[in-house]
């Protein structure tokens, strides 16, 4: 950040040659698409299987986040492989180099995360907040003329099938609260607004079943999915079906 900011804030076409270690490369990759520095590509030689990640179709087996994150800035495009038998000492892997060209025409998308919202003051916190917060801030994209849009948008934009509006912006909410149906759904209606859902497969398939409704803890149903889906408000995408949390460590999707 300091040399980038210090060295190269005023330079035009800026050419980034590295060799990424498997543990930085996505952080790194990301630092630098989003960052202010003026890139005209990014060269770069990763672990294979991370190379292959990256320069995967959008929406294909392969894809994950950073394929689309990397395919909404960039061109990207495996130049060579590099066998792990050209290292001294030789690694455990093989390698890639990789270039990014830079769409320079890109729109900018922030995307803003929750997760809960509840009506009790106790509860308010960190991953929660009020029925009266989250209306406000779609008061304040209303006012400011952000237009919401779904994950589907923005691949479809990547892969050139569409166009996005202007001062797109992206709301998601993790793990698929009950509350989110109770108390969110009713504003995105109110205020013509779009959200992505990422519901735990396992807990809407718990509370379809024993249809607890308590918005303090309940996920939703499988019938609440479906109407908030069929509003064309709501896009519902992956959050694991039932690797949230494994045993007493939390390993997401690994």
């Known amino acids: 950040k300091e040399l980038i900011r210090e060295e190269f804030n005023n330079v035009e076409n800026v050419v980034v040659c590295a060799n990424l270690p498997y543990y930085i490369t996505s952080p790194v990759i990301m630092k630098l698409l989003e960052g202010k520095l003026r ?20 929406g294909t087996r392969e894809s994950s986040n950073i394929t689309v994150t990397v395919n909404y800035y960039s061109k990207p495009e495996i130049l060579f492989p590099v066998s792990k038998a050209e290292f001294m000492p030789s690694p455990k892997v093989d390698s890639a180099v990789i270039k990014l060209d830079i769409n320079n025409d890109s729109v900018k998308v922030p995307i803003i995360m929750y997760h809960s919202v509840m009506k009790s003051r106790k509860s308010l916190g960190k991953f929660v907040i009020s029925p009266n917060e989250f ?27 569409k166009d996005l509006p202007e001062n797109p912006i992206m709301l998601t909410f993790d793990d698929g609260y009950y509350n989110n149906y109770l108390y969110v759904f009713p504003l995105l209606k109110q205020y013509e607004s779009k959200i992505v859902l990422a519901p735990i ?37 992956n959050h694991s079906y039932n690797m949230h949390k494994i045993s007493r460590k939390r390993r997401g999707t690994k």
Not at 39 to 58: D, F, P, T, W, Y
Not at 135 to 161: P, Q, R, V
Request: proline share 1%; hydrophobic share 35%.
């Open 135 to 161: 209306e406000s801030d779609l008061k304040y994209l209303k006012e400011k003329s952000y237009n919401t849009i779904l994950m589907s948008d923005l691949i479809a934009y990547t892969k050139g099938e």
């Open 201 to 237: 497969g396992v807990e809407v398939d718990r509370y379809t079943e024993n249809e607890d409704r308590n918005p303090g803890y309940a996920h939703i149903t499988w019938n609440d999915a479906k109407e908030m889906m069929d509003s064309g408000l709501v896009e519902i995408q």
């Open 39 to 58: 890139l005209k590509s990014i060269v770069a030689m990763v672990q294979k299987e991370v190379a292959e990640r990256i320069c995967a179709g959008v």
